[in-house]
């Protein structure tokens, strides 16, 4: 079976207190990381055993993983395994990076953000080129808060040419056409994320080909429909795969909408679906008045 797991444990204390987030600067406490350290390492125990399956794996927690020791370690160690297909993390990589040394560049990737005002420019850029220079699969992106546009077209010139830049649409932010114009100069994939898709009814492949896993081993179709379809450890969810539509009116969250089969992104991102890296970098767009990217 090839099954794709996003895993999002208790986990949800962060180094950053970004004010677009809920769980900025939010401390667990130790009987907290205890917990979600156990949970972890059981989950990755299951995937380690389950060598029938082609297993992707996207770890999606809520604060920060890279700054615990276990997320690295559980990353490195799964990614030599010749059953994971894909072993990919989100993270703002305000982690050292000197632990991908013991992961498989094949297998392991990330997906990172940049959040301005939270870390100094210049360590987040080294930092990114640490990972081109090291082989290590990664995206790169922002949120497109308006305040935001300047340092992503910063980010877009120096960054290495094969790395793609990413941006989310800011949640609760409408855009006019010119500002979605210009993020979409930055990022040619932006116009999928500006306005939350239509999914009521539509076929998307979470409940049948990807699964959403708590640190209980509650599986669900996904983060966003709580409706569970059973357990990971004592294997009840697998009798609830199956193809489903979509409960929900719309899905506005790119680690939903990608999955929907309706939208083109699984051959857009062909490869690269879990770490948010398309199969062909899409060239940036220029803006009008201006000639090779700079002002006319």
Known sequence: MDLTLLYRGPLASC?????????AKRRDSTAQLRADRAALERFAAWATARTDDRLSLLFTPWGEG???????????DLSHLPHIRRVAIQTNL???TDWLAEADPDTLALWCTYHPGQTPYDRFLAKCRDLADRGVRHSVGVVGLPEHFEAARRLRADLPAHVYLWVNAAE???YSDEEADRWTGLDPLFPF?????????????TGESVVSV???????RCHFVRAELGNLYDGSYRAALRPRSCPLSVCDCHIGYVHLETLPLYDVFA????????????????????VRGRPA
Not at 66 to 76: E, F, G, K
Not at 193 to 205: E, Q
Not at 271 to 284: F, K, N, S, W, Y
Request: glycine share 10%; net charge positive.
């Open 66 to 76: 890279l700054v615990r020791s276990w997320y690295r370690r559980a990353l490195a």
């Open 193 to 205: 994320s500006r306005r939350p898709h239509r999914s009521a009814g539509l076929p998307c492949r």
């Open 94 to 96: 305000s982690c050292r």
């Open 214 to 220: 708590d640190g209980e081993g509650t599986v669900r």
């Open 172 to 174: 609760g932010h409408t």
């Open 271 to 290: 490869g690269g679906v879990l770490e948010r890296i398309p199969a062909t970098l899409p060239a940036p767009r220029p803006r009008p008045g201006t």
């Open 15 to 23: 180094d950053y207190d970004c004010p677009y987030c809920p769980f």
